[in-house]
């Protein structure tokens, strides 16, 4: 597509449910990134993916949260057993890299996570 | 670790007025720096950037100059509209091998009334 694709937009569970969210990154982009945006907050960095080299998990706050990016194309983050601290703006972007790469990154609409 | 600082917001300001956002940052090595945009209802995009010292960056009449010796990239424009009321995030990278991770500020809500 043209630009980064999320889905859902908007996303309600109980407490304690398991909810994932996928993003589909522009095409030819090689890396991806996860970002969550929380209600007057800033952007906070959760992973990044590039190419065949292990993902940048660092941002991550616990082991509920993974993230898996298959053939190099979607992502999907999943977030296990979620908690109301959760509830958030989830941004996933892409960028070229390489040569190509002038730092800009691609950001979809984000996908908002309401846990009840 | 890296960061990035920014004013914080609400900013309201009436339409023609001249608008500045203060953005310091503390980085480890030679960063570039960026100005993002996030319209209401919009995702983020890339409002400017500056890849070394002194450089300006420059769009839709909005300015920042890279300031190595106050590490500072604070945002400028002369006369606002109604048109830029949205969030504004400055954010820096180092440039991997590996690729670039963007680390943001807190973001800053700007409101201009008519």
């Known amino acids: 597509g043209a630009g980064v694709s999320q889905s859902p937009s908007n996303k309600v569970t109980e407490k304690g449910k398991d909810v994932e969210l996928r993003c589909d990154p522009i095409?030819?982009?090689?890396?991806l990134y996860w970002y969550r945006q929380s209600l007057g907050q800033g952007l906070e960095f959760l992973i990044y993916?590039?190419?065949?080299?292990?993902?940048?998990k660092s941002g991550l706050p616990s082991d509920r949260f993974s993230a898996e990016r298959t053939g190099g194309s979607v992502s999907t983050l999943t977030i296990q057993r979620t908690q109301q601290e959760d509830s958030a703006v989830y941004l996933c972007?892409?960028?070229?890299?390489?040569?190509?790469?002038?730092?800009?990154?691609?950001f979809g609409e984000g996908s908002r996570l309401t846990v009840l | 670790g890296d960061s990035v600082t920014q004013m914080e917001g609400p900013v309201t300001l009436s339409e023609e007025a001249f608008l500045t956002i203060n953005c310091t940052y503390t980085a480890t090595g030679y960063p570039s720096l960026f100005w993002y945009v996030q319209y209401p209802g919009e995702g983020l995009q890339l409002l400017l950037k500056a890849t070394k010292a002194d450089d300006k960056g420059s769009n839709k009449g909005f300015e920042a100059t890279y300031r190595k010796e106050t590490t500072s990239f604070h945002l400028e424009k002369g006369s606002v509209q109604v048109s830029d009321s949205a969030v504004y995030f400055c954010?820096?990278?180092?440039?991997?091998?590996?690729?670039?991770?963007?680390?943001f500020g807190g973001g800053t809500r700007v409101l201009v009334k008519p």
């Open positions: 095409s030819g982009h090689t890396a």
């Open positions: 954010a820096l990278t180092l440039f991997k091998a590996a690729g670039n991770k963007l680390t």
């Open positions: 993916f590039q190419g065949n080299s292990a993902p940048d």
């Open positions: 972007a892409s960028s070229k890299q390489g040569s190509t790469n002038t730092g800009e990154l691609f």
